[in-house]
């Protein structure tokens, strides 16, 4: 049985600065440095990178001596360099990951490939804790009833030929998350609870604290 880990490194960065975040280092470490690590040391086969071709040079150089891992040229879409992981490799079983969440652990990384095995769909998730409000035109219209609401994360876990097959499917669109190309077909899609720790680095503060916890 192989599982592989597709790690998205498409983005340009845009709301972080002059530099790729996946570049910046976090007590000497790059960010995207972390987040496959946790997957190296995983129950995990192979690692594919779907990176931006600008700083595809110098992943290779950050992970020269990584043995199972490969490079893929990311698309313009999430959602394109992720079903360009996807073609790259056959497998089993892969987990979607996004690069710039720099504090997955290796210990979830392997319950959701244990859970995959058995559920073929599931994502991470945090229960949302601050209440919702619904706007039009800058007016509350409605509150929201939270108890129902949970806050996706990943890693996202699938059956390989399942993910696939959805990608085919919505080829061309642009869905922010592959769970909901799964629901989408109307197939069931599991949750998995996550860590509130486990933030997605979009800006400079979240950069100091991704530094704390990760001195934890």
């Known amino acids: 049985m192989k599982i592989n880990a597709i790690i ?43 990176a931006n071709i600008s700083i595809m040079d110098e992943l ?27 073609l790259a490799d056959k497998c089993d ?32 998730v945090t229960k949302t804790i601050d209440t919702i409000k619904e706007v039009e035109h800058g007016k509350i219209v409605k509150t929201i009833d939270r108890s129902k609401l949970y806050n996706t994360q990943t890693p996202q876990a699938f059956e390989y030929n399942l993910i696939l097959d959805a990608h085919r499917k919505f080829e061309g669109k642009n869905f922010t998350d592959d769970a909901g190309m799964i629901e989408k077909m109307q197939y069931p899609v599991y949750i998995l609870d996550g860590s509130y720790k486990n933030i997605k680095i979009t800006t400079q503060s979240d950069i100091k604290l991704a530094q704390i916890y990760l001195e934890e």
């Open 8 to 50: 998205t490194a498409g983005g340009t960065s845009s709301r972080f600065g002059s530099k790729n975040k996946l570049l910046e280092k976090i007590n000497g470490i790059e960010v995207i440095k972390y987040t496959v690590d946790a997957f190296r040391y995983a129950n995990v086969d192979k690692i594919i990178i779907c």
């Open 60 to 86: 290779k150089e950050i992970f020269k001596d990584y043995s199972n891992l490969m490079f893929v040229e990311g698309g313009s879409t999430r959602q394109q360099s992720v079903y360009n992981g996807l």
């Open 93 to 124: 079983y892969v987990l979607i990951h996004d690069g710039a969440r720099p504090i997955i652990s290796t210990e979830l990384i392997n319950i959701c490939i244990e859970m995959v095995k058995v559920q073929k769909a599931l994502t991470v």
